[in-house]
């Protein structure tokens, strides 16, 4: 009896050739793109978590930012009226709207393709989000600043950038970003988050926090308390005397904030040179009162204009630069009126900013505006 012969395999899978392998991308949607912070949350039980803390009503409106391939948004949808998904990847966006199609809940469903910093936002209750790290400080400052501010916000956070949120005076990571959010929200520490419940894998642990605006909202300006807290925090371990002292451009900033202020409130100044015979001795920083890149989490961004301005300009002038020049009578009355307010007001002048709180710089501000000087 003829022996039967087995068929023979693909050749090229005999050859071992170069179509033997299976694709690497079939077996995935697309590649994650770890330069957008793309890490999408991939335990059931963590995005299950996070939802509960939001304490979700029916009639709830909630944003969503980041949402991913939607496991958080699978969810949320479960509990609220309408979910607003802002994602500024086309993929994932795609992803987002092909996962909910056909399905009751796809009506209830607005993905937004787009920045969301960027992004004029509808009306929103609650905000919950895997925060793409690159976005962390202006995402929570647009929230902070919103009005009317969302009830409350779940937000994670890489593990560093949330210690920060919560920090007090004293603390290491105490800054700018720690003071301007404490004074806007009441903020409390949810969850540790390992970075082995994302795909892929984040090279930090991650924690999740609890942001709750104050209601009503402090009877400040936006603008002047950070305007406050930027020349503060640029040197946090130096005195509030150096802060303001200085750095030329910060007593520039003031004089022409201050004329600005005259001009609208028809205070008359009297202009020109200083009676005084004297020159007024222009500060040169020493090396160690150059900023040091600490102020707060997003260097460059949180660094003033002005003084990235000045830093820039001073390597190539410093030289030529004159080291004295004649004292203007404005320029003259704003720093008496700077150093009033930092030694006899306040008594602030040799405090650092890093141990001042809310308190202090509110004190601050409040002397600061008597006595006609602003930050914005």
Partial sequence: MPKVQSKKRNNAAQSGGQYSAKPASASNIFQMNKDQGQHVLKNPGVAQAIVEKADLKQSDVVLEVGPGTGNLSTRILEKCKRLIAVETDPRMAAEMTKRFQGKPEQRRLDVLLGDVVKTNLPYFDVCISNTPYQISSPLTFKLLAMSPSPRICILMFQREFAMRLLAKPSDKLYGRLSVNSQMWAKIDHIMKVGKNNFKPPPAVESNVVRIVPKSPRPQISYDEWDGL????????????????????????????????????????????????????????????????????????????????????????????????????????????????????????????????????????LHAFNKEGIHFS
């Fill in 229 to 364: 807290l930027r020349i503060c925090f640029v040197r946090k371990n130096k005195t509030l005397r150096a802060s303001f002292f200085g750095t030329t451009t910060v007593m520039e900033l003031l004089e022409s904030n201050y004329r600005t202020w005259c001009a609208q409130n028809d205070v008359p100044i009297e202009d020109g040179p200083s009676d005084s015979t004297e020159p007024m001795d222009v500060e040169e920083p020493d090396k160690d009162d150059e900023w040091d890149g600490i102020m707060d989490v997003d260097e460059d961004d949180e660094l003033p204009q002005f003084l990235r301005e000045e830093a820039d300009q001073r390597a190539k002038d410093q030289e030529n630069r004159p080291k004295r020049k004649k004292k203007g009578k404005v320029s003259e009355l704003v720093r008496e009126k700077v150093r009033k307010v930092l030694e006899d007001e306040t008594q602030l002048a040799d405090k650092r900013a890093r141990l001042c709180d809310e308190t202090s710089f509110l004190r601050l």
